[in-house]
C-alpha cells in the first residue's frame, strides 16, 4: 500500500472542556498518513489522479477553524470520516498532538487509524 502523508501540520482551534479553553485558539500539531495508489499518477504525470495534500491540508484547516470541540476524540472521529468521505482514500491514520497543555509534558495527544489497511 502507497501512503501520501503531511506531518506536523499546524492549526490554531477552539477546543477543550474547560471555560478557558473555550476563549481561546489552541495550537494543535498534526500528522497524517493515508492509503493511496500512486501508480496512476506516477505513470501520467498528472495531478487529477494523485491525492492532493494541499487539498487535503485545507480541508483539514477549514474543518479546524469551523468547528468546536471539547475533546480531541470528538475532532478526530469526525475529521476522519470527512476525509475518507472528501478524498475516497480507503485508509487513514491521523496523530494529533495539543501541546503544552499540561504542564509535566511537552504535548499530549491520540492517534486514531480508521478505513481498511
Do not use: C, N
Amino acid at each position: 500500500m502507497d501512503k501520501v502523508f503531511i506531518s506536523e501540520l499546524k492549526v490554531d482551534a477552539v477546543i477543550g472542556v474547560y471555560d478557558w479553553e473555550k476563549q481561546v485558539r489552541q495550537p494543535l500539531v498534526f500528522d497524517l498518513e493515508m492509503a493511496w495508489d500512486i501508480r496512476v499518477a506516477a505513470q501520467t504525470d498528472d495531478l487529477m489522479h494523485a491525492l492532493d495534500y494541499q487539498a487535503v491540508t485545507e480541508y483539514i484547516e477549514r474543518f479546524v477553524r469551523e468547528q468546536h470541540f471539547q475533546l480531541l476524540e470528538s475532532l478526530l472521529e469526525r475529521l476522519a470520516d470527512g476525509l475518507l468521505q472528501e478524498f475516497g482514500m480507503s485508509w487513514l491514520s491521523i496523530r494529533v498532538e495539543k501541546p503544552a497543555v499540561v504542564p509535566q509534558a511537552r504535548a499530549v495527544g491520540l492517534m486514531i487509524e480508521r478505513g481498511i489497511s
